[in-house]
Nanobody
Framework: QVQVVESGGGSVQAGGSLKLSCTAS????????MAWFRQAPGKEREFVAA?????????YYPDSVQGRFTISRGNDANTNYLQMDSLTPEDSAVYYC???????????????????WGRGTQVTVSS
């Protein structure tokens, strides 16, 4: 099994920044990608970013966060960071980190491609 833990959420004013962290532990050798999704009340879970874990060479973003959010690999393959800049109230949500063994653009934005999920961390952006 793989355990996933997120941290770094909080409250910030519009235009501000937050940095989320995600660490996976356990049988992490079976995973090749890590991703962030978010879910606001009453809305479906939305893809935010993904990264290849072994080298960090591949990153994927939806248009809604492209240029504002940056996902990066930590010093080891089991940690990643999500730097979120120019935040708006529409970015408010619970942010979930996930990891899985499917890598590539065909899978990056699909929640079903990830097998292990954290419990989420709340991000609140006030106007």
């Amino acid at each position: 099994q793989v355990q996933v833990v997120e941290s770094g959420g909080g409250s910030v004013q519009a235009g501000g920044s937050l940095k989320l962290s995600c660490t996976a532990s356990g049988r992490t050798f079976i995973t090749h990608a890590m991703a962030w999704f978010r879910q606001a009340p009453g809305k479906e879970r939305e893809f935010v970013a993904a990264i290849s874990t072994k080298t960090g060479s591949y990153q994927y973003y939806p248009d809604s966060v492209q240029g504002r959010f940056t996902i990066s690999r930590g010093n080891d393959a089991n940690t990643n960071y999500l730097q979120m800049d120019s935040l708006t109230p529409e970015d408010s949500a619970v942010y979930y980190c996930a990891t899985g063994n499917r890598l590539g653009i065909a899978y990056a934005d699909k929640s079903t491609a990830y097998d292990y999920w954290g419990r989420g961390t709340q991000v609140t952006v006030s106007s």
